[in-house]
């Protein structure tokens, strides 16, 4: 009987912390206590699918680049997301590969560099609008909007930033060698940072584009693909609360897909914080998923995943 397969989402802080100066030993030691948590799920006996976020990550690359750009000219941000894919999945694949052997398990651990098909005819192409990398003076802006035709935006007053845009993700190219993977009973790292953006142009070839491809919307997409029984969404707090912040403020473990749908239009869930992870959660659900776990990694670090935080369930 194969296992279970549980799939797990966590952001790019979980590696490099906004209070973190960004030192290779700070993501280092943050992936040694992902790991753990990583071997707490592989011990309960589920074959697990790690996606993470690349966001800090990729915007420091961005800035190494820029100050280097005299001499040796930048990456797109195609390939970016392809460097970080690999250096965070490095990290973690060592981390994690420690981890288990401590634990005794004889689990390998793979990281698939991973990219996905997006529509080039897909809305957020005409309205590019999520920053990525340095602060830019207008006149620096201005420069390179002409000698590179990239989007710039002011930002609060803090400089221009470059916008792209976030499609959504539609196929995922390295699929069959993922769920291969899992079935061989590898430990997969796949799809970092939401992948790395690609669109097929006329004659079907794979063509890299400068966007970035939300994470949760492309962890929620895999986890439907390889049917996952669990898919894990962390974030910041042990379980979905409702009444948020209110005196009226109550935990809850377990929520049907139609509850969390209602709350979620009620407003229950803001945009800015449990709203996407919610979305998230009910998309994978829509498209035949059994459950989703929302919880923290300090949470799930140290309880057992079949009794930690909040699980949203098919009707």
Known sequence: MSKKIALIAIGGNAL??????????????????????????IQAGYSL??????GPQVGNLLIQQETASTRIPP???DVCDAM?????????????????????LAVPVTTVLTEVVVDRDDPGFLNPAKPVGPFYTRFRAEELQKQKRWHMKEDAGRGYRKVVPS???????????????????HCVIAG???GIPVIRDSSGLLVGVEAVIDKDRLSALLAGLLEADTYVILTGVPRIALDFGKPTQRWVSRLGAAEAARHLAEGQFPPGSMGPKVESALAFIRGGGREVLITSPEALEKESVETVGTRIVRD
């Open 84 to 104: 970080t894919q690999g250096s965070m999945g490095y990290m973690l694949e060592r981390m994690l590969i420690n981890r288990l052997a401590f634990l005794g």
């Open 49 to 54: 699918c790690v996606v993470h976020g690349n």
């Open 192 to 194: 970092g940072g939401g």
């Open 16 to 41: 490099l912390q906004e209070r973190q100066r960004g030192l290779q030993e700070e993501q280092l030691e943050s992936a040694r206590q992902t790991a753990e948590m990583f071997g707490n799920v």
């Open 75 to 77: 990456y797109s941000l």
């Open 167 to 185: 499609p959504r993700p539609l196929e995922i190219v390295q699929l069959d060698a993922i769920r291969l993977l899992l079935q061989a009973g």
